[in-house]
């Protein structure tokens, strides 16, 4: 049980394109969900949290508008890179986390920015 | 805010060695501590939870403790393998979690 899923795996996309990756909790209702960035050789830093059906709270830092949140079910976070460019171009971790607070992790989106 | 360190960075011990990882965290009102494995360009494997309430949790040859008064928690790999290297992630919070920058670990056979 407790299973998140990512999509896609990777993607490499043009500068200045947007990318859309999806979270979803695959067997549990998930009343918040995190968005983490890792960059080579770094650990993972939180860019944002969301709640379902309310705004997403950034961390310091982050743009929010250039990194759109959209927390529109119980089982789907979705994550939009907008004007993207190279130095975006990082491995993007979704978590979700249902009552209890457990966070379970997805496999990760390899973003490659060209 | 919750910041959490590992140490060492990296290590690497010849096979068949037991370790020990270090992971502390500067604010001790944590709902739980997870430790994670992660390969190169792989996502996180989680490897145990501890909740705040528990002290240590155990699986084959792994064990982790968390001392929270101190704000401390160890991972001890038994009879290390090849196959154990990689990145050791220590992760501790209140929801959402914060975590280290980890240890690479290199098993030699």
Redesign the interface.
């Known amino acids: 049980g407790a299973v998140v899923s990512q999509h896609p795996s990777w993607v490499i996309c043009k500068s200045g394109t947007s990318v859309k990756i999806e979270c979803r909790s695959l067997d549990f209702q998930a009343t ?1 969900m ?1 968005w ?1 960035r890792q960059f080579p050789k ?5 860019m944002a ?1 969301s709640n379902e059906g309310s705004k997403a709270t950034y961390e310091q830092g982050v743009e929010k508008d250039k990194f759109l949140i959209n927390h529109a079910s119980l089982t789907l976070s979705t994550l939009t890179v907008t004007s993207a460019h190279p130095e975006d171009s990082s491995f993007y ?1 979704c ?1 979700a ?1 249902p009552r209890d ?3 379970y ?4 989106t ?1 973003l490659l920015v060209l | 805010k919750q910041e959490v360190t590992q140490i060492p960075a990296a290590l690497s011990v010849p096979e068949g060695e037991n370790l020990v990882l270090n992971c502390s965290f500067t604010d001790s009102a944590i709902y739980n501590l997870q430790w994670f494995r992660q390969d190169p360009g792989k996502g996180l494997t989680s490897l145990l939870l501890i909740q705040s309430s528990q002290r240590e949790q155990t699986s084959g040859r792994l064990n982790a403790s968390l001392d929270k008064s101190s704000g401390r928690s160890t991972l001890y790999i038994a009879a290390s393998q090849p196959g154990d290297s990689a990145t050791y992630l220590c992760a501790a919070g209140n929801t959402p979690l914060v975590f280290g920058k980890g240890t690479r670990l290199s098993v030699i056979a």
């Open positions: 918040t995190f983490y770094q650990s993972l830093m939180l949290t971790i978590s986390s607070k457990t966070q992790f997805g496999p990760g390899r």
